[in-house]
């Protein structure tokens, strides 16, 4: 077991924690610094102030407490200059409270809520023939659009209209909401659902589950693939097709430019009606049927009016969290068998009709009991134990995702309350954890390969030359979940991830709301609670805090970590190291970076102090070494992330003791290496505080990444 020293605040100039402001807390108020602090931080206030258009002022002094509000400035400087700033203030704006309440604008904000909702009013219009359903009338965005070709040639405009193009996507980006069957006006139980594969959708009717499932993937494997020629782990045939075609644009124009849209519930035409239309209103009511039943676009949408539309390679997006989320529900609640799940009584005798393994025919016993054999898939009660103890001991850090022990039910041996993260976090990180020891090898590592495409596809980069062998791989993957579960398992949701190789959609998606985020940066959140990271530029301990006197070796190793991790010192870092390999030739580079470690706090020393004029401050105090008493705590917030010691984890229902760094290795490269907290330190240089940790390492071969 090794310990090594890290640097959690980042590098930077002046050191990961800024400039210190302990001149709002010194004891003689009358001292020049502190008048200079005042008189500088009044003035932010007042041009704050002004920029919100505020009549008042919160007052930071010891008896106000940021609570009184305050119209002179002046009484505020007087305030903080006779009682001092109050404990423990670290943010530059408000803590949250009550604003006093701005007559002239909520006038506007009511006035705008109003004209707004009168405006939306006008936009929707009730069916004429009853019940709940509303349609949106689209005739103001049409007319909104009908100079969109004027628009092309004025980038701006070009691109505030593009983004009308999300109207059309088949999760909402606000809510999360599907829109999958609306956007394409499919009803339940069609054969055409998949929009990529569209009119060559294999799709099968399931007598007993009553049910259209989606298989036959080996379409897409390789022409010679030997899985094209099984039969008995298939579905008796052998597939010798090729995957389908895809459509362009202008084809797909084609399809819907004679459809014309009909809104209002529909009612059949019984015969006795059907009679009394005239014979050219039969002809004409039979010819609409027949094309409606020989496209699977039932309405066109109003986005094919825009002249570009057609020439879009890619025109909608198949959102991954909705597809996670399915699949999760679906794969979990087929291995835990909770009730209500894709392996049953009709599941079994769908098997029995389509005449493929024949080893999972139900059996009716002599007392007419129906038996279901195990399948691959089936866990007992002990693995199924085994299964959710192993998620609900699992600690996340804070803020990653749900507490997942809330969601594992050891009573009803089922997963409970999952939401899309959860499902996300589940299916990419813990699944593959918590199935090592149970499922036969073969059925183990196809759900393993499963997540492993998940995770490999949900990261914020991709590598677009990846993308083809992930697709091919998860092609593969399918295969084999044919081979094992039953068809139930494969509902829209399992099919449409064979399409999400394509995912060029997604970084539009990710730019608007990246958009989004930073124009609502302001705004305060309704109904989520305020980030303990938020207001914060600083790191701050949390919890636990003594004060410790270093010995050598600690202040040392502390120190150089520090210097390690400065901007300004990464110069004098490389020279060191080229003095040393110049004055020491044929030593190898291990030997040079372990003097280094031994002798850089010295040299740095001596070497700035030999400067005639140095501009930087801060560097000379870096160069002195920090004071030798320093601040231990057991919580540290910093960069927006919250650091434990492993004492302190073993309190808490989180996990935030464990770090990754980067170290250089003795081959010249940089390797991933794994530890945890052991001890949090917060060295002070003067002005500067910087906070370093302890971490105790295994051996390379263990923790190396």
């Known amino acids: 077991m090794t310990v090594t020293f890290a640097v959690i605040g980042g590098a930077s100039g002046h050191g990961p924690s800024q400039m210190d402001r302990r001149w709002m807390y010194y004891a003689h108020c009358s001292s020049t610094e502190y008048r200079e602090g005042v008189t500088e931080f009044v003035t932010f206030a007042k041009n704050d102030r002004k920029s919100r258009m505020s009549m008042h002022m919160l007052c930071l002094c010891r008896n106000c407490k940021n609570e009184q509000m305050i119209v002179n400035s002046d009484e505020v400087h007087a305030h903080l200059i006779m009682n001092g700033f109050m ?51 689209t005739q103001c965005l049409s007319t909104m659009l009908h100079d969109i070709e004027d628009a092309e040639d004025n980038d701006r405009d070009f691109e505030k209209f593009s983004i009308l193009e999300y109207a059309d996507l088949d999760v909402c980006p606000v809510c999360g909401a599907s829109r999958y069957k609306r956007a394409n006006s499919e009803g339940e139980g069609r054969k055409w659902a998949c929009s990529e594969c569209m009119e060559e959708t294999r799709s099968k009717w399931l007598k007993h589950s009553h049910k259209t499932v989606y298989m036959g993937h080996r379409r897409f494997l390789p022409r010679y693939y030997p899985y094209r020629n099984m039969r008995k782990n298939f579905n008796g045939h052998r597939d010798t097709a090729g995957p389908p075609t895809e459509l362009t644009g202008t084809e797909v124009h084609n399809l819907v430019m004679g459809i014309t849209n009909e809104f209002g519930k529909k009612r059949k035409i ?62 979990t609640g087929l291995l835990l068998n909770p009730g209500t799940t894709k392996d049953g009584l009709n599941a079994r005798r769908d098997l029995e009709e389509i005449g493929v393994h024949s080893e999972l025919h139900p059996i009716t016993t002599e007392s007419g009991r129906v038996y279901l054999p195990p399948a691959c898939y089936t866990l007992s009660k002990e693995e199924k134990i085994d299964l959710l103890t192993c998620l609900s001991g699992i600690k996340v850090p804070s803020g ?79 295969c084999h979940l044919e081979m094992y579960f039953p068809p139930t398992f494969f509902d829209i949701m399992e099919h449409l991830s064979v399409h999400l190789g394509s995912i060029i959609e997604s970084y539009t998606t990710e730019e608007v709301i990246d958009f989004c985020v930073d124009y609502m940066l302001e705004t305060s959140s309704i109904g989520l609670p305020r980030s303990h990271h938020e207001g914060r530029l600083d790191g701050v301990g949390t919890v636990g805090r003594k004060t410790a006197r270093l010995d050598r070796k600690v202040y040392d190793k502390a120190h150089f970590t520090v210097l390690q991790h400065m901007t300004e010192v990464v110069p004098y870092v490389d020279e060191h190291l080229a003095v040393l390999r110049q004055e020491n030739l044929g030593r190898s580079e291990s030997w040079v970076r372990n003097k280094h470690m031994s002798s850089f706090n010295e040299w740095l020393k001596n070497r700035i102090a030999k400067l005639p004029n140095l501009s930087s401050q801060t560097l000379q105090w870096l160069s002195q070494g920090p004071e030798w008493s320093a601040t231990t705590w057991q919580g540290y917030d910093i960069n927006g992330y919250t650091f434990h010691t492993v004492k302190q984890d073993s309190k808490c229902t989180v996990q935030n003791s464990g770090l990754r760094i980067e170290a250089p290795s003795d081959g010249g490269r940089r390797d991933q290496y794994y530890g945890r907290v052991e001890q949090i330190l917060e060295l002070d240089y003067l002005n500067v505080q910087s906070p370093v940790v302890s971490l105790s390492m295994g051996q390379s071969s263990q923790c190396k990444s």
Not at 404 to 419: A, F, N, P, T, Y
């Open 400 to 478: 990653y995702s749900s507490r997942i022990s809330r969601l594992v039910s050891l009573q009803d041996l089922k997963l409970v309350g999952m939401k899309s993260y959860d499902c996300h976090v589940l299916i990419t990180q813990l699944l593959p954890v918590a199935i090592r020891n149970i499922l036969p090898p073969k059925v183990r590592h196809t759900i393993q390969r499963l997540c492993s495409f998940f995770h490999a596809i949900g990261q914020k980069i991709i590598d677009p030359e990846v993308l083809d062998e992930l697709q091919a791989e998860l092609v593969r993957t399918l």
């Open 270 to 331: 019984g015969k006795t009606k059907e009679k009394s239309m005239s014979k050219e209103k039969t002809e004409e009511h039979v010819e609409k049927q027949k094309t409606k039943e020989r496209s699977m676009w039932k309405k066109k949408s109003i986005f094919w009016r825009l002249p570009y539309w057609k020439d879009l390679e890619v025109r909608h997006c198949i959102d991954l969290m909705h597809v996670e989320k399915n699949v999760c529900e679906s794969l």
């Open 87 to 137: 404990k423990k203030y670290t943010c530059w704006t408000k803590h949250g409270e009550q604003e006093a309440p701005d007559i002239a604008a909520e006038e506007v904000l009511d006035q705008d809520v109003e004209n707004t909702a009168a405006a939306r009013e006008g936009m929707f219009v009730p069916s004429p023939l009853g019940g709940e359903t509303i349609y949106l009338d």
